[in-house]
């Protein structure tokens, strides 16, 4: 048994995806929003019999290998390390010096972790303990974030981790040593407060260090750089403790800082993130996705009106998240709102404005009367978010709301917002979204009626006899179906009851997949019809594919043919041409009986 097939046998497709997406039972199979796609009703199926999933909108699909690949955007290898490890499976296979690279880093953030924390309670970091006191930040919290504070000393962690046998070169990969000009390297986080930072499975990848006396030279945040295992535009700080309460609420809160994502934690919503000093990237934008796709923003006055802010809030509509803003009123960010007003806090949480009447306000602020010269500019600060919401039920709210507020005729700022979407159109962000409209169209699973008509009987025993008797091996002409109908002719022919393991097992890893593919798509077509395929429906498929067939082949005869006239090879001509009135008068035969 192979390491795969191994893994695969430990786990199932339903608990490895629903680990990422929120899914729910459909028939024998099981749905959810696609992940890789925007879509607002779900295509993604899930078949717990075969083991594989796939989405009818953008054409993606395989077994659990593929998904974690997709979905972690991740290599095999590292899907296969990702999965081996959750079915408790030890890799030997795997190139041991990346094994080795990364179990270090590991290693390195793990103690960099304890030897900051463990310094919270020391002497040396006392100033760094007052701080965290005097932002209510409570013991229970300390733990629970494992905050730390690194000694203001250039080699303390160099030295306990090269104590430790680690060297240099590895921790400078592991983000946590600077280098300067003249090449010396010491510790990079000096004198802060540290906020480990954790992938959502819990384990430290990175770490936040804050600033703790005022030091203008200095940054007040400083952050780890990208390294083997931290990639920053695809990290949001806490989502390890915060993912179940998010899908059970179906909610996140997202702030900036790490400071407020401790204070709304210890408020009790505990559905809470920071982008941590970055703008909402998409990287970020596809992972929040996975865990609910109504987010909360509460981010201070200054940022929630930044370009940044907005292309983040931007990407998040195009990708069909609802997004809602949390208004701080007078406060200038969550944790000072939470200390100074609780109360308010939640009433802002519950009263959190959907993200477009948030821009109506904010445009509509900006205007005093409604003038010519207002409409225009209102409705060139609104149209283009309109034209990004997902939902054409949206789409008319918004523009009917528009038309009322600044008194003009809904088609007029119907036809506004098609110019504009005809300028970016233009300027080639569209293009972008043409394209990959195109790309989900060519990805969409075809499958042709021989694949159809052979991967029925499979499916439907009461089809098995029809078929196995009209349907002739000279009927097919793709590889695939041959292949898998002589298997199944072997079978039937031996009186062996035809069933799907037996057919699979004589498959190759890739056609198994096909098949796979090829019965789901059935099945999910056949649940939209009204009534089961019939013998007679099927007896005519049949007669339709060898029509097919034969018209394929004189095809094929009558291109033979000319090449022989032109190199006037007579004894090839003759033969053709009798093959050729051998399968005129068959098809013409079949003709006559449809
Ligand atoms: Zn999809």
Not at 174 to 180: C, F, V
Request: charged share 30%; with cysteine; aromatic share 8%.
């Amino acid at each position: 048994m192979t390491v795969v097939d191994e893994i695969k046998d430990q786990l199932d497709i339903i608990e490895v995806v629903s680990g990422y997406l929120s899914i729910k039972k459909a028939g024998r199979n099981y749905k959810a929003l696609c992940p890789f796609h925007s879509e607002k009703t779900p295509s993604f199926v899930i078949s717990p019999e075969r083991q594989i999933w796939h989405c009818f909108g953008c054409g993606k699909g395989g077994d659990i290998f593929g998904f974690v690949k997709e979905i972690e955007g991740v290599e095999f290898k590292e899907a296969l390390r990702i999965l081996a490890d959750k079915a408790g499976i030890e890799l030997k296979r795997e190139d041991p010096k990346l094994v080795n690279e990364r179990v270090k880093l590991a290693e390195i953030n793990e103690k960099a972790t304890e030897f900051f924390h463990y310094f919270l309670s020391q002497d040396l970091g006392q100033k760094a303990f007052d701080y965290l006191k005097k932002r209510k930040v409570n013991p229970k919290t300390i733990e629970q974030f494992k905050i730390g504070y690194a000694p203001d000393n250039f080699n303390a962690l160099l030295d306990f981790l090269t104590k430790r046998g680690y060297t240099e070169q590895e921790i400078l990969k592991a983000g946590l040593l600077t280098q300067n000009e003249q090449g010396k390297i010491y510790d990079k986080f000096r004198g802060r407060l540290i906020f480990p930072i954790r992938n959502p499975e819990g384990k430290t990848i990175a770490f936040g260090g804050r600033i703790l006396k005022e030091n203008n030279k200095a940054p007040k945040y400083l952050n780890s750089p990208q390294t083997p295992t931290y990639d920053k535009s695809r990290t949001v700080y806490n989502l390890d403790q915060a993912k179940t309460e998010a899908r059970k609420k179906d909610q996140l809160i997202i702030v900036e800082g790490y400071m407020d994502v401790l204070a709304v934690w210890q408020k009790g919503n505990q559905n809470v993130i920071a982008t941590s000093g970055t703008a909402l990237t998409p990287g970020q934008l596809t992972i929040i996705k996975r865990y609910t796709p109504n987010i909360l923003l509460a981010f201070d006055s200054d940022s929630a009106g930044s370009e940044a802010t907005k292309r983040g809030i931007e990407t998040a509509i195009e990708k069909g998240l609802n997004v809602k803003i949390i208004n701080l009123g007078k406060y200038k960010d969550p944790d000072e709102m939470i200390q100074e007003n609780p109360k308010q806090w939640e009433k802002a949480i519950k009263d959190a404005m959907p993200i477009m009447d948030f821009y109506f306000e904010s445009a509509f602020q900006k205007i005093k009367k409604i003038t010519p010269q207002a409409q225009k500019q209102v409705s060139y600060a609104i149209l283009p978010l309109i034209a990004k919401l997902k939902s054409p039920i949206d789409q008319d709210h918004y523009l009917k709301k528009l038309s009322n507020k600044l008194n003009l005729e809904p088609k007029i700022l119907h036809a506004e917002m098609q110019n504009f979407l005809r300028e970016q159109a233009k300027s080639g962000k569209i293009q972008g979204s043409l394209r990959q409209a195109d790309k989900l169209n060519k990805n969409r699973v075809q499958i042709t009626l021989e694949e159809y008509l052979v991967a029925i009987i499979l499916l439907d025993p009461k089809l098995q006899a029809v078929i196995l008797k009209d349907l002739k091996s000279s009927d097919l002409t793709e590889t695939f179906p041959k292949k898998l109908y002589s298997l199944i002719q072997e079978k039937s022919k031996k009186k062996v009851q035809i069933n799907f393991s037996d057919i699979e097992k004589n498959l190759e890893q890739s056609e198994r997949t096909k098949l796979n593919l090829i019965l789901i798509k059935i099945e999910e077509e056949n649940k939209k019809l009204t009534a089961p395929l019939g013998e007679a429906e099927i007896t005519t498929q049949i007669q339709n594919l060898r029509n097919h067939t034969l018209v394929k082949k004189l095809k094929v005869l009558q291109k033979k043919i000319q090449e022989a006239e032109a190199k006037k090879d007579t004894d090839t001509i003759k033969d053709l041409t009798k093959k050729i009135t051998e399968l005129s008068q068959k098809l013409s035969s079949i003709q006559n009986e449809g």
